[in-house]
C-alpha cells in the first residue's frame, strides 16, 4: 500500500504544506528509508533525529528542528497517537480468498487445511488437519505443523522444523497509544515472525508479529508449551524456554540461553550468551551471559539463594 | 429448561411436601427470582435469607426458619452438592446441529466456519477459517475472528472487536462440589460471557462463561495472549491485561486498570479504577484505585521496593 | 517397529559384534524388556544395572562392566545423546491418512472432525467440529470433546470425561540431547497420554505424552484452563488444578492434591496426597501429604506467612 504524504496528513488531520511524496511504510527512526514514515515520542531517542533516513517523521514542533533537511515533519503533540491512526492505513486487508498454495515434491496437506493468497512450501512439508496459513506464509522443507496450528499472514518458517498443535504464530503484537480519555488506539502491527531452521515450538504457544521489521526465532531453538513471544522479540540461536515462559517486547536472548518454566522479562532488555534463567524468574534488567539467575527480579543464583536463607533465619529466631 | 420443583426434588432425594411450582433455572440468593431455584452454603450470607425472591432454596433446617414465606425450602445438609446435582438438569444439550446463522451485509465468513443454531451476525463480520460459534452466539457489526476462536453457546460479542486464533470464549467456569468421599461434582455453568464493543483479545486466551449470570469484559478492554478469565469476572472499560495474566473468579477490576504480565488475582476481590498491578504482582485482597501495586502479596510497589532492598542489605551484612 | 540392533548400532555408529537381537522399542533400565534398547548417563541410577532385563544398553565402558550377561553393551562415551539418535527410529509416522472410526451407539460427531487411522470411540461420545483424533486414539463412552481438540496419536482418554476447546492431549515432551557444540537433539516421544474415567480437563491446556510409557491423569481429576502438564507426570485420582499451573516432567501428584492458579512445581518430584500447593507456589523438593504449602521454594503456609510479615518488619522499621 502507498498513500501520499498529503493524503496521510489529512487523513491525521495534521498540517503539511511541502513537497509531496509517497509513503510506502512506517518504521522507527533509525531503520525509516526515505519513502517511510516515522514517529518521535520519546526524548531518549532524540540523538537519532539529525541521522534518521524517513522520508517524514510524526514529531513535535520542537525536535522537529533536529530533523535533517531531508525529513519532512509532520508537527503534532500526540505523535504516538497520530502513529497509531496511520498504522491502520498500513494495514493487512484480511479476508477468506484462499488460494492452492506452491509447493514442493512429496508434502503431505490434510484436506481442511485452509490457505491464504501466496503460500510457498518446500519439499516434504506435513500439515495435519486444522491448520490456517495466511497470505504470504511460507514454510521450509521436511517441516511438520501439527493440528490445528494458525499461521498469520507473511510468517516465514524454516526447514527441519516441528510447530505443535494449537500454536499461534503472527498473531498481533500489543501495542496501543492511549487517548486523553484514557481510550486504547491500535497500532497496527504490519511486522512478521521469521522462525529459523531446526526450531521446535511446543503447543499452544503464541509469538507476536513485529510492529515494524520482524520478531525472530533463530536456528534451533527450541520452545516448550504455552509460552507467550511478544513482538520484535528476538530469540538467539539454540535456545531453550521451557513452558509457560512468557517474553515481553523487544526482548534480546542470546544464544543457548535457558529460561526456566514461568520465568518471564520485562521487555526492551538483553539476556546474555549462555544465561540461564531459573524457573519463575523474572527478568528486570540486561543480565551478562554465562550465569545463572534466580527470583524477582531475577540476580545471580547464589545471591537469591542467601536471600532465601536470611528470610528463613528471620522467621527462624523468632 | 423448566422443571416442577417436585421434580427436581425427586431428583435429588430431598421431602418435598407444598404447592408444586415451576423452575427455570438457578441463580444465587440476592438475583435469584420466584421461578428459579437458589441455596445457601456459607453463612456469611444469611443476611440475605430474608430478603429472596427465590422460589425454592436448598438450605439447612436451622437457616431455612429465615426465609420469607413465599420462598419454599428445600432441606438438605448438603446444599452445594444438591446444587451442583441440581444444575445439570438446566445444562444446555451439546450437539452437532448446525444452522446457517442470520447476518447482515458485507460479512466474509470462511466456508470451514462451523455454527451451531440460532447465531446472528452484524454487518461486515469476518470470520476466518476454524472457527466455531455455538447455539445462539451473537456477534457485532465489523467484529474478526481470527482462524480457529472457539465461542460456546450464548456467546454475545459486540462491535469492531478482534479475537484473535486459538481464544476460547464461554468455555466453562472451574467449578465443583465435594462429596465426603473426596469427589467432584460438576457444577453446570449455565450464564455466560459478554464481551462489549472495542474490546480486543489476544490468541490463546480463555474467558470462561458465569455460573450464574454474566462473566463481562466491557468497553475498550485490551487483553494479550494467554490470559485466563474465570467464571464471573467484570473486567472494567479500557482495562489492559498483558500476556498470561489469570484472574480467578468473580474478580472486579475497574476502569483504566493495567495488569502486568503474570500478574494475577485470587478471586472475590475488587481492584479499583486505574490501579497498575506490577507484572507477576498477585492480589490477595481489595485494593484501592488509582495506584500501583507490585509483589506477592500484592502491596504498594514502594513498599515492595523496600522490601526488596531489605532482603538484599540482609544478605550484603553478612 | 523393529529393528536388529546390529542395525541400531550401524544407525548410531557404534561398534557391535555379538549375537544380534531384535529391539522394537526404548525404556528406561528399570522397565526395559528383553527386546527393549536402555540407556544409562546417570551415576546415580547405577544401582539399576545389574537388575534391568534390557535387551541392550547405551553405557560408557566403565559401567558397562555392572550389567547382567544377558543385557549387551553399546558402549559410548555420549549415550544420552545415543539414545536421541535411537528414538527418532521409533518415531510415530506422521501422516494425513485418515480413517472411519469404530464407534458405539449414539455418536454425535461434527463432519469436520478429522480422524488418523484406527481410532475407536465408545457410546454416547460427542465430538464437536474442528477436533483431531490421531492414529490409534480411543475415547470412552459419554465422554464430550469441545470444538477444536486436538488428541495426538495412541491417546487413551476414560468415561465421562470433558475435555475442552483448544486443548492440546499427546503433544510431544521437551526432551533433547545436546552436542558438545550446543545444539539439541530431540529425543522422540514414543510413549502416550492415559486420561482415566471422570476427568475433565480446561480449555487450552496441554498434556505431553511420555518419552516411554505413559503421562496418567487419574480418575475424577478436574483441570482447570491454560495448564502445562509435562511428560510422564503422573497425577492422582480427585486432584484439583486451578488455571495456569505448570507440572515439569516426570512430577508425581498425590490424590486430592489441591494446586493453586500459577502454581508449579519442578519435576521429578512427589507431592503427597491430600497436600494443597497454594497459588503460584513453586514446589522445589517433593512435599508430605496432608499439609498447605505457599511461596517459592514452597515451605509450610504458616512459615511464609511468617516470612512475609518477617520482610514487613523489617520495612517499617526504617
Known sequence: MTYTLSQISKTLNLDFNGNDIEI?????????????????????????????????????SEHAKLLPVSTIALITDEPYLKLAYASKLFAHTLSTVSEAPKMGSDCDIDESVRFGSGVVLGENVTILAGCYLGDHVSVGSNTILHPNVTLYHGTKIGRNCIIHSGTVIGCDGYGFAHTKQGEHVKIYQNGNVVVEDDVEIGANCTVDRAVFGSTVIRRGTKLDNLIQIAHNCDIGEHTLCAAQVGLAGSTKLGRNVVMGGQSATAGHLEVGDFSTIA???????????????AGFPAVEIKVWRKMQAALMRLVKNR
Open 24 to 60: 510506502d511504510g512506517i518504521h522507527t527512526l533509525a531503520e525509516a528509508s526515505s519513502s517511510q514514515l516515522s514517529f518521535f515520542n520519546d526524548a531518549k531517542y532524540a540523538f537519532q533525529l539529525p541521522k534518521t533516513k524517513a522520508g517524514a517523521v510524526l514529531i513535535d
Open 279 to 293: 524457573g519463575k524468574g523474572g527478568v528486570t534488567k540486561s543480565l551478562e551471559g554465562g550465569k545463572t539467575y
